[in-house]
């Protein structure tokens, strides 16, 4: 079978490598001149590194170096990906600075037109154009006459660098962890460093209580708390005061509402290393609980423009640089929109955020962000290949998108809509790779099964049975 994936992220990357191993021809586009997604050198930003230690971030069958640090730069991990390629030998298979401008369903399977002028016909499609791909940079009222007086607006991933930050006055939007890592890498170079976020998160410690943050959150142990935070609340009571206490947030006015346990509720995010030490130096300034209300640019009375944001609470700040760490935008601008694979509130509804009910020859690839995304992500090229091959026991239409349904409402309720579409499957890590593999009849050993309620779970934990998948379809 012909393949076509859009997308050479870290999903992408997983798929065009499972479905080349079963034996399909598979071609993977891709908009940046080069692979990686997030981690493609064209979206690198100051700071950047992984936020999952080098061994929960890692393909199953493909491990980082041990020499590397626990956090990987950005470098480091594209390089990572790059030998995973070269490792097993699909480079072929990626045309790279080659995007998708239209995917059309035809009787035969895809009719794609590329930004090049080209048309590719596949029989299959795989849509694994990130979730974290597309950046959404509010429309700022008076955003032209901030530009006029030099003001520059930038996501992270927008090609962001020192020099825009150099002896500029710089205001960054948000609050996660773009927002702190480029707030934390940009003072070091800039006059002045202004972080607004509109709501203050709980941000994880990476050791907390003499425990790894991920000796907490991906075991199994732990997702069942994160799962059910009123029933262990005295836990979540406990994890918030030492939190408080460690980051000294208290005295630094940046407790943040809500219980320790919302911290799973959407994408969780760990405190930036010395983020808050800045803080307390003031060397970085957080305005708690503002929002930009309009951009400006002022006239000083020597006529020179200058760039200023405008808050709404009324505080005027100057600003050279707006680092807008805003989120990202979930779509998929290559589809029509008649193809039913959102609900009225943008919502994705794929079975196993992975098969659409009603759009034939079209699957999804990392629509399952987690706290193990690539693991997730390679769980879900193999079932993928499964679905293409005719192996998986499917419940029917009306019953998957019973399930489908139900999982939405429960996300929803759970992240007060902050699930990014659906596509985010928090705290359910595990639980979401568990039902995949049960579809797969590649369950874990009991054994590994047992000794993931107390550690962390790794990636090479399921090295093993999805490669005994994989072997079972070729």
């Known amino acids: 079978m012909q393949i076509a994936v859009i997308?050479?992220?870290?999903?992408?990357?997983?798929?065009?490598?499972?479905?080349?191993?079963?034996?399909?021809?598979?071609?993977?586009?891709?908009?940046?001149?080069?692979?990686g997604g997030v981690w493609s050198p064209t979206r690198h930003y100051p700071g950047l590194?992984?936020?999952?230690?080098?061994?929960?971030?890692?393909?199953?069958?493909?491990?980082?170096?041990?020499?590397?640090?626990?956090?990987?730069?950005?470098?480091?991990?594209?390089s990572y990906l790059r030998g995973y390629v070269d490792r097993f030998g699909f480079g072929a298979s990626l045309r790279l600075g080659t995007g998708v401008?239209?995917?059309?369903?035809?009787?035969?399977?895809?009719?794609?037109?590329?930004?090049?002028?080209?048309?590719?016909?596949?029989?299959?499609?795989?849509?694994?154009?990130?979730?974290?791909?597309?950046?959404?940079?509010?429309?700022?009222?008076?955003?032209?006459?901030?530009?006029?007086?030099?003001?520059?607006?930038k996501a992270p991933s927008q090609q962001l660098t020192l020099d825009d930050a150099r002896d500029k006055y710089v205001v960054v939007v948000g609050y996660g962890k773009s927002a702190c890592d480029t707030a934390m890498a940009l003072s070091a170079v800039a006059a002045s460093v202004i972080v607004v976020p509109r709501r203050l998160l709980w941000k994880g410690s990476k050791v907390l209580l003499g425990k790894h943050f991920e000796d907490v959150a991906i075991t199994r142990l732990g997702e069942r708390l994160f799962a059910n935070p009123r029933r262990f609340g005295p836990v979540f009571r406990v994890l918030s005061r030492a939190t408080v206490k460690q980051q000294g947030l208290a005295a630094l006015g940046l407790v943040p509402p809500g219980r320790f346990d919302d911290i799973i509720a959407g994408t969780a995010s760990l405190a930036t290393d010395g983020?808050?030490?800045?803080?307390?130096?003031?060397?970085?300034?957080?305005?708690?609980?503002?929002?930009?209300?309009?951009?400006?640019?002022?006239?000083?009375?020597?006529?020179?423009?200058?760039?200023?944001?405008?808050?709404?609470?009324?505080?005027?700040l100057r600003a050279d640089l707006i680092v807008a760490a805003t989120g990202f935008e979930q779509s998929v601008p290559f589809l029509d929109p008649s193809l039913t694979v959102q609900n009225a509130d943008g919502e994705f509804e794929l079975f196993r955020n992975t098969l659409p009910i009603s759009v034939p020859n079209l699957t999804f690839a990392g629509y399952n962000a987690s706290l193990t995304s690539s693991l997730s992500a390679e769980v879900g090229a193999v079932w993928?290949?499964?679905?293409?091959?005719?192996?998986?026991?499917?419940?029917?239409p009306s019953a998957r998108q019973a399930t489908i349904s139900r999982d939405l409402a429960a996300r929803k309720a759970r992240t007060r809509g902050k699930h990014a579409s659906g596509t985010v499957v928090l705290p359910y890590s595990l639980?979401?790779?568990?039902?995949?593999?049960s579809d797969?009849?590649?369950?874990?050993?009991?054994?590994?099964?047992?000794?993931?309620?107390?550690?962390?779970?790794?990636?090479?934990?399921?090295?093993?049975?999805?490669a005994a998948a994989v072997r079972a379809l070729t």
């Open 49 to 78: 590194t992984t936020q999952n230690t080098r061994m929960t971030y890692e393909y199953s069958d493909h491990p980082a170096p041990a020499s590397w640090p626990d956090y990987p730069s950005a470098q480091q991990w594209h």
């Open 101 to 153: 401008s239209r995917a059309e369903p035809t009787p035969e399977g895809w009719d794609l037109h590329l930004d090049s002028g080209e048309r590719f016909q596949a029989e299959h499609l795989v849509v694994a154009n990130g979730v974290f791909s597309q950046p959404l940079v509010p429309d700022w009222r008076g955003r032209a006459g901030h530009a006029e007086a030099g003001g520059v607006v």
């Open 7 to 35: 997308g050479a992220g870290i999903a992408g990357l997983a798929a065009t490598k499972v479905l080349t191993a079963v034996g399909h021809g598979v071609t993977a586009f891709d908009t940046e001149p080069d692979l």
């Open 275 to 316: 983020f808050f030490d800045m803080v307390r130096a003031g060397e970085i300034a957080v305005r708690r609980d503002c929002s930009i209300a309009e951009l400006r640019g002022a006239r000083a009375d020597s006529g020179t423009g200058i760039p200023e944001a405008v808050l709404d609470d009324g505080t005027v």
């Open 440 to 466: 797969l009849h590649a369950v874990l050993p009991l054994r590994t099964r047992t000794a993931q309620w107390t550690r962390r779970s790794y990636s090479t934990d399921f090295r093993d049975p999805l």
């Open 384 to 396: 993928i290949a499964a679905h293409l091959a005719g192996a998986l026991n499917l419940p029917s």
């Open 431 to 437: 639980g979401t790779i568990d039902a995949m593999l």
